[in-house]
């Protein structure tokens, strides 16, 4: 159940007892890089850093990071233990998320990190994150339309809810690809706020630190990764000097990868689980706006003279599934309808009916092959890898999708796939 608020998450948590500092990062898309981004270059810089995303990917306490490793189990569920404890001792009534996020908190604590990269849930105004204080920085990324039901249905009603994260006295920056109504709602707000607002573009940070050209060049960043890395390196100019005085924060940019998250443009082999020996692209792209960016990576990327790709598609309850996967299918590709199981920890998240996801296929253009196959994604798998032949073949539509995609890989038997080679 989703319920937004802060008088619960303010009960669970003691802010006297949070002994160190924030960057706060919220927006539709590119939030999960950039916490990515931010916690690698911190751990690189030598800060000892936590970072705290949402949803997670694979077991439920690999949202919590420390240095970039995550959280050991039995720290997680010990800690977590005692904060569920205390909400019932309190009867306060706290959500999955606000435990989660009291836990996440309190773990930072036990593990003395100096910075916490913390990704907002859902908005911002409200969201469970937002009773953190001690902000270094404040971080918007790209903002479009998701979650109307509970943010608004206009951009600017939504942006407002992301600008709610602004504090008083703590720079934010703003990703600067945003449309312009919703830069200049943000730079009104930052000025009843209280704080200052920097548009962050990535032809800016290129001339600030030309090494960036290279790394760009190199690794071959689409525009949406560049804007995110410009957003990255223009709330670190504000942070580090406050944690790190003296590190020169060009030292740091050897440690930029290309997929700063698994999930995110990630290209994996599905050996041993499928006998395809091509590489096969996961992406969690589950709004028209992620959707349109994954649609423009495929065309120029894996299309070859035009042709037609492979789609494992599953999506969560509440999309409008026509716009989602009007982006991403052409006519002619193929599409394999698949249902994520349940979310650890979210019961509200409900994976839609695959003869829905279907019929949306088939409304948005004229597909080529299509075929449903419930939860059984292995059998997806497959028949997708056999009607594919060797063409591109993309795993997309829900994170928690590519999270499943990922636990079969670990946990199947014969998988060559080391623990440490997952990137979480």
Not at 35 to 48: D, E, I, K, P
Not at 140 to 156: P, S
Not at 223 to 244: D, G, I, M, R
């Amino acid at each position: 159940m989703i319920e937004l608020g802060l008088s619960r998450i303010a009960r669970l948590v003691q802010q006297s007892n949070l002994s160190w500092k924030a960057i706060h990062v919220a927006g539709t898309n590119g939030k999960g890089s950039i916490t990515g981004y931010l916690s690698a270059l911190l751990t690189a810089g030598g800060v000892r850093c936590g970072s705290f995303t949402s949803p997670h990917l694979i077991d439920r306490w690999d949202c919590i990071t420390i240095n970039e490793r995550v959280v050991q189990e039995s720290v997680f569920r010990r800690i977590e233990n005692e904060v569920k404890q205390r909400n019932q001792t309190l009867d306060i009534g706290a959500t999955e998320f606000e435990l989660l996020t009291a836990t996440a908190f309190e773990i930072f604590n036990h593990e003395q990190i100096e910075v916490g990269v913390v990704e907002v849930g859902m908005g911002g105004r409200l969201d469970a994150t937002n009773i953190l204080r001690d902000v270094l920085v404040s971080i918007i990324a790209k903002i479009g339309h998701d979650h109307q039901a509970v943010l608004g249905n206009t951009i600017e009603e939504i942006a407002l809810e992301k600008g709610g994260i602004m504090k008083l006295g703590s720079p934010c920056v703003v990703d600067g690809t945003n449309l312009p109504v919703v830069k200049a709602l943000l730079e009104e707000h930052a000025r009843k706020v209280g704080t200052s607002v920097t548009f962050a573009y990535a032809d800016t940070v290129q001339q600030l630190y030309p090494d960036l050209v290279r790394i760009f060049r190199d690794l071959e960043l689409e525009p949406h990764q560049q804007a995110n890395l410009a957003s990255v390196v223009t709330a670190l100019q504000e942070a580090l000097p406050k944690v790190k005085p003296g590190l020169e924060l060009s030292n740091l940019f050897s440690h930029i990868s290309k997929v700063p998250r698994a999930g995110r443009l990630q290209e994996v082999s599905l050996e041993p689980l499928v006998p395809r020996k091509e590489p096969v692209l996961l992406d969690g792209a589950h709004n028209p706006q992620s959707a349109e960016v994954l649609s423009r990576y495929v065309d120029r990327k894996l299309r070859k003279q035009g042709e037609n790709v492979t789609w494992v598609i599953a999506a969560s309850q509440g999309k409008d599934l026509r716009e989602l996967l009007g982006c991403m299918i052409k006519p002619g590709d193929n599409v394999a309808a698949v249902r994520f199981g349940p979310v650890d920890g979210m019961p509200w998240v409900r994976s839609v009916k695959t003869s829905d996801l279907i019929s949306a296929a088939q409304s948005a253009c004229d597909v080529g092959q299509a075929k449903k196959f419930g939860r059984d994604i292995l059998e997806g798998l497959n028949w997708a890898h056999e009607v594919s032949a060797g063409s591109p073949l993309v795993i997309a539509g829900s994170l928690y999708l590519v999270s499943d995609v990922l636990r079969l890989r670990r946990d199947s038997p014969s998988s060559k796939t080391k623990p440490e080679e997952e990137d979480l």
